[in-house]
């Protein structure tokens, strides 16, 4: 009787089993359908359909194989979401599953970089090296990260080692030319770059892009040109090239191409906020001051951190005559960067217009005390509104103070001559006038000379000498546009101002 039932125990513990397994063999059977599944989708770009699969592998596969790459694969999906903290939830659930698992290390370190935390994302590319000696990717990968934190050096020396595992790394080439370029070696970065563009025409389009750059940073505008064309070529909807190709043009001196160049930018991408800057200082350069304001606002409203920006809003609204919008944007710059000479002058010429010559006084003060290398404009903007209040002994001190710091500036001979007229030193004002056109203009160059010509057509005209002073003002306003608005209340040229050969160059 014992006999008997211990075998029928003995039977009902092998058809347990037998069962056990059937169900255990039906839930990988289901979990590798599920991963199959959530991987098509992944590959379709069906990324909450892959997750969902995803899932499913994980209910259904655990304690199988899938399991731990199922959460790996999961973490992809949430990564290309940005959804940054459950990929890394996910690649660290795989780690725990199979601590031997470099692909979930390396992809975490990807996931980590992305939300900057550099330091983590080193440890975990430096355990799937460790767990995968010849893994190409991870060197790439942890060379990136070095380059974000500024570490060119190690940089280099892990894309180097993803290249000698992986001679045809193409991506490896393309990050170490970047890395090349951020050193500012560039003949290494343009061989780079090259090298890219012969082995994967998929990564070509940035390679010329960023061999273009290398180019115009060199100051070979045509040959930037041609490498940022045919970046275009090859991929028309990269708006980069466009904005890239628009400096070059810029450095041409070419500014209707570039103005095309940062639109088509901007189409591209509406949100391309250095397009916007680009173009916003072009439009404010050729005088077309509305454009300039929509560009900078455009800009702010994307990012409104920015003081460069505020300033440059502001200088439209000054030469617009909008002296209170002017002042504001120069406020707010200041706000933003209490160190800035050139923010505190521009408020206080903004602040002279306005007939508010102590508080322009406070800030050309400010400026002078901020950075010496402004000090000299700062100091003959001072001087003219010592002018302005009737202190005349004390604005030829600013004034003298000015050239003694750059003698070659007409616009500060200028302005000492008009400043000794007022007193009555005509003989000596003269002299100031006199030495303000002897200057050579034609040591400068763009919107520098545009200035020191500027200065000479004040000098002559208070020289009274008509026809110099229109020649002057008409080169100086071709070279930069936005003079004429300047010319308009200058001063300097009020005898000037009803006079119709002048309405003509100016209007």
Known sequence: MRKSGSLWLTAVLILALIFLDALLYAGEREAREAFRRGSSLYKQGHLDEAIKAYTETIEKGAGTKYEPVAYNNRGLAYADRGQYDKAIADYSKAIELDPKYALAYSNRGNARNDIGQYDAAIADFSRAIQLNPKYAKAYRNRGIAHAHKGQYDAAIADYAKAIQLDPQYSLAYYNRGLAHARKGQYDKAVADYSRVIQLDPKYATYAYNGRGNIYYNKGSYDTAIAD?????????????????????????????????????AIELNPNYVDAYLNRGKLYLDRAQYDKAVADFT????????????????????????????????????????????????????AYFDKGEYMAAMADFDQAMQLDRDFADDASCS?????????????????????????????????????????????????????RAVRIDANEYRGWQ??????GQALAYARL????????????????????????????????????????????
């Open 449 to 454: 000379k545009a200035w020191v010509i500027y």
């Open 382 to 434: 001072k001087g003219r509104a010592l002018v302005k209040m009737g202190k005349f002994d004390e604005a030829l001190i600013y004034h003298r103070r000015a050239i003694s710091m750059c003698p070659g500036n007409p616009h500060y001979h200028a302005s000492k001559g008009f400043a000794l007229e007022k007193m009555g030193k005509r003989t000596e004002a003269t002299s100031a006038y006199q």
């Open 228 to 264: 940022y064309t045919k970046a275009i070529e090859l991929k028309p909807e990269y708006a980069h090239p466009y904005h890239n190709r628009g400096l070059a043009y810029c450095g041409k001196g070419q500014y209707d191409a570039a103005i095309a160049d940062y639109s088509k």
């Open 298 to 349: 455009n800009y702010i409203q994307i990012r409104p951190e920015y003081e460069v920006v505020y300033n440059n809003r502001g200088l439209a609204h000054w030469l617009k005559g909008q002296y209170d919008a002017a002042i504001a944007d120069y406020t707010k710059a200041i706000q933003l960067e209490p160190k800035s000479a050139r923010f505190y002058h521009n408020r206080g010429i």
């Open 464 to 507: 009274g000498d008509k026809e110099n002073c229109l020649k002057a003002l008409k080169i100086s306003i071709g070279l930069l546009p936005r003079l004429k608005d300047r010319a308009k209340r200058e001063e300097l040229l009020q005898e000037y101002w009803g006079d119709p050969d002048f309405k003509a160059i100016v209007e």
